[in-house]
């Protein structure tokens, strides 16, 4: 069976008038199941041959082409049912799960994504990809954008489910992340100390718990992000920050599209700046809960470390760290830094860092633009002690709520994210990113340090 006999020939095969959606998912669902067949008949990607590859990758295109098709006449319409019109509001999975079962072939199914979850990157069909598609066409409306980031805002189950006994003792242990309130300034400290505090899909997790449970606590004013102490062999028993993306699980294939990259960033990397949403929480004066940041740095703020300080309303960091955004020779986006970097440190800096790799330590004038203070190791506690006393007051919310108003307009960041949701996902499985991944793993197992 051939790419030519299972699908359509050209798009104008796949019915894309507004009124034609019943038939036109018919018809991704009956071209979808027929490249499945074809792919299934060629066996295990990486036991195929090239002219296999080559008919896959053709089935695939072809397939993917009409997905687009689709999602550009139809969006708005798939969201709203797969929102009962909007009166839902389903975060990135339960979306994608749901269209998996009311659009079959728009998006892969939970078995095709549990079998892929078993392989190494490398090995993968890609079928991520299909969901890349899937959230840059819903990212792209601006209704059923705005309708996602807002569903996005809210709290997840795990914090809803932890606060009521945080707000009694102020101190909560999360596998990744210890949050422990101390008078009205709640410490979120990054206790991944065996990988220097290296993201995943587990991290991601912790993360968006955490700064749920800072947010919704009524005695906590401040929140103060920082690394934990270390055992990891070259740094132990010294702070760090942050490594960035867990390369060794990229390419074991424990880094997910949905659940790591865009939760991360329409998750707790969104709500550090707008705040969660809570029904009957808020009132008429603040469509959300927020509150102002610190975040603070010791040893180094790679990658999506880096992307982090983008977000805080003050950093502090030891006179001996530095700042990186390895994206070039990682191969992938980093996250909205893209977004964000220029408008902190200028256009040219930030193609210096993103593009060539230039780290910026704490030490040089440059760095003025990423930090606001830098002490010594040795007075990092009480720099912040009084960077977040500062920052109490409702004076300073009411404030960083009209600045991050003012640097990141909600519609222009949809529209970024709909174009990241895309690009990260192509880029999870482009064959630089794989080559640069593995050559990544081998080293950083044969050496103790951050694996860049």
């Not at 199914?109 to 990157?121: H, M, P, S, V």
């Not at 299909?130 to 569903?151: K, M, N, T, W, Y």
């Not at 964000?340 to 704490?362: D, F, K, M, W, Y």
């Amino acid at each position: 069976m051939t790419v030519g006999q299972v699908l359509p020939r050209s798009h104008g095969d796949l019915p894309a008038g507004p009124a034609d959606l019943g038939t036109a998912r018919l018809s991704l669902t009956r071209t979808a199941a027929a490249a499945e067949t074809l792919l299934a008949g060629l066996g295990d990607p990486v036991h195929r041959s090239p002219q296999q590859r080559a008919e896959a990758a053709a089935a695939v295109d072809a397939t993917r082409a009409l997905r687009i098709a689709f999602m550009d006449a139809h969006a708005e319409a798939v969201y709203d049912e797969l929102t009962e019109r909007r009166s839902s509001h389903l975060r990135l999975a339960e979306l994608a799960r749901t269209a998996a079962v009311r659009f079959p072939g728009l998006v892969p199914t939970e078995e095709q994504l549990a079998a892929e979850r078993g392989r190494a990157q490398s090995h993968k069909e890609g079928h991520e990809i299909d969901q890349g598609i899937f959230f840059s066409r819903v990212l792209r409306s601006p209704s059923a954008g705005a309708h996602l980031l807002d569903a996005m805002l809210r709290p997840t189950p795990g914090a809803l489910a932890l606060l009521p006994e945080f707000t009694k003792t102020g101190k909560t242990e999360l596998r990744s992340v210890t949050v422990e309130r101390t008078g009205a300034v709640t410490h979120l400290t990054m206790c991944r100390d065996d990988s220097l505090n290296a993201e995943d899909d587990q991290q991601v997790d912790d993360m968006e718990t955490a700064v749920d449970l800072v947010l919704l606590d009524p005695a906590t004013e401040v929140g103060v992000l920082r690394g934990g102490v270390m055992s990891h062999p070259r740094y132990r028993g010294r702070r760090v920050f942050s490594a960035g993306i867990n390369l060794k699980a990229l390419h074991g294939g424990g880094i997910s599209l949905v659940d790591f990259l865009l939760r991360r960033e329409l998750g707790y990397l969104h709500k550090l700046i707008r705040g969660v949403a809570v029904e009957g929480a808020a009132d008429w004066r603040r469509p959300t809960v927020d509150k102002p940041w610190v975040a603070v740095v010791d040893g180094f703020a790679i990658g999506g470390g880096a992307q982090l300080l983008l977000l805080f309303d003050h950093v502090i960091a030891a006179s001996d760290a530095y700042v990186s955004l390895p994206a070039a020779q990682e191969g992938i986006i980093p996250g909205v830094a893209n977004f964000r970097l220029t408008r902190s440190v200028g256009p040219r800096l930030a193609r210096q860092v993103i593009l060539e790799g230039r780290r910026i330590h704490a030490s040089e004038p440059a760095a003025r633009l990423l930090i606001d203070e830098v002490h010594e190791p040795a007075g990092l506690d009480a720099a912040v002690t009084a960077g977040a006393e500062r920052l109490r007051g409702s004076a300073v919310l009411a404030n960083r709520r009209m600045l991050n108003l003012a640097e990141e307009p909600v519609d222009q960041l949809r529209s970024y994210l709909a174009e990241f949701a895309l690009q990260q996902a192509l880029r999870l499985y482009d064959a630089d990113v794989l080559d640069k991944v593995g050559r990544f793993s081998a080293a950083s197992a044969g050496k103790a340090g951050p694996g860049r």
